[in-house]
């Protein structure tokens, strides 16, 4: 399925036209090479996995979060609601699915009321076959593995800023999702070294809230748990329209001895580039009012955006920076206050953006037939 890209050429032309498009024959060889290695390295180690292992049984989990965003003095109120569900089918199969019911409540001028519309989404539905502890396949629609922050920071519940990175829609696609086929996994290379990577493919999908593009890409990372750095590398390149490329770069870093996130990207592609670096510490260490610092953590990010050459309504359309700064109170782990100030510079205005607002997060089996 990752030689898709060429698909749709006749199997006589197949080597003029690959030669002939550099960055298409650059990225089937790449999404092909990090198939291969996954299935040679997944069948080597395949019997080292573990075949005692308990009955997975169905989860249901939700966020929901309550945000008021002051955006240059006018109040935003945004109610979210994001169910997600987890189905094992057997010990090797599992459907993961998750919507979004949000809306984005605002003053009409001369009225004191707030008005919005309710936008529904599904930002995942796919079906994975997990062969074994190096190797997941999914399909349908799945969150576009570009750089990290889009699968692994998303989600209200998780974010230490409630704002989105400036250059989170590059390499993402319509509503950060794919459509398509991807490829999964992780091995040691050695005792100090752990290697991750994703390989994928998209299909166009024109049909809103399900919209995707055409593209195919990957991403590599590589972990040192000693140090507790991840460092990684993606790259996209787009099959429909001006057959662009995108490619980024991110880490994430965790010092051992204190409760300290330090994580940033870096984007290009032909719609702008930019960067964001973000740092979350949590003052548990410090000896005063420790039951109340325990639970306090103080966030700062700051970013740039450069335009492009071609525009993206989801994009600044002019360069921009955001200096931004958080503090979040933690009452239990599921359940916490957010709230941030920052200040965005362009010239178009600069401007003063505040939020405030609680998180929330609930996780339940779902044991209806499920046997002991």
Not at 74 to 80: E, F, G, K, R
Not at 336 to 350: C, D, H, I, P, T
Request: one cysteine or more; aromatic letters at 14%; a neutral charge.
């Amino acid at each position: 399925m990752l030689y898709a890209p060429c698909v749709d050429v006749h199997a006589a032309g197949l080597r003029s036209r690959c030669l002939g498009d550099r960055p298409r024959a650059l990225t089937i060889i790449f999404c092909t090479v990090i198939f291969g290695l996954a299935l040679l390295f997944s069948s080597s180690l395949w019997a080292q996995e573990e075949t005692d292992a308990p009955k997975p049984v169905p989860i249901l989990s939700a966020g929901t979060a309550f945000v008021t965003n002051f955006e240059g003095g006018s109040p935003h109120l945004n109610p979210l609601f994001a169910p997600v569900i987890l189905i094992p089918l057997g010990s090797h199969w599992l459907i993961e699915s998750r919507a979004t019911f949000e809306s984005d409540l605002s003053q009409p001028p001369g009225s004191s009321e707030f008005h919005g519309e309710v936008e529904k989404g599904v930002d995942y539905a796919q079906l994975d076959y997990i062969a074994n502890r190096f190797l997941t396949i999914a399909a349908g629609r799945f969150l576009t593995p570009f750089n990290i922050y889009n699968e692994r920071y998303y989600p209200v519940w998780i974010r230490n800023l409630q704002s989105d990175p400036l250059i989170l829609p590059i390499g993402l696609g319509p509503s950060n999702a794919s459509t398509g086929i991807m490829t999964r996994g992780g091995f040691s290379m050695s005792q100090k070294v752990e290697l991750n990577y994703a390989a994928f493919f998209s299909t166009l999908i024109t049909v809103s809230p399900m919209d995707s593009s055409r593209f195919a890409g990957g991403r590599i990372g590589l972990y040192l748990p000693d140090q507790r750095v991840e460092l990684g590398g993606s790259f996209q390149h787009l099959l429909q329209d001006e057959r662009s490329n995108a490619f980024g770069f991110y880490f994430a870093w965790q010092p051992p001895p204190v409760p300290l996130d330090v994580r940033g990207e870096y984007a290009r592609s032909n719609q702008g580039s930019g960067y964001w670096i973000e740092s979350a510490y949590r003052l548990s260490q410090i000896a005063v009012w420790h039951d109340v610092l325990r639970k306090t953590q103080v966030v700062a990010r700051v970013q740039q955006f450069f335009t492009g050459t071609v525009t993206n309504d989801v994009l600044p359309s002019v360069n921009t920076q955001v200096f931004e700064f958080g503090l979040n109170y933690y009452f239990h782990d599921n359940f916490r206050a957010v709230s941030s100030y920052g200040r965005r510079f362009s010239s178009q205005g600069n401007e003063n953006v505040w939020t405030a607002g609680f998180t929330y997060r609930f996780v339940m089996p779902m044991l209806l037939g499920a046997s002991k």
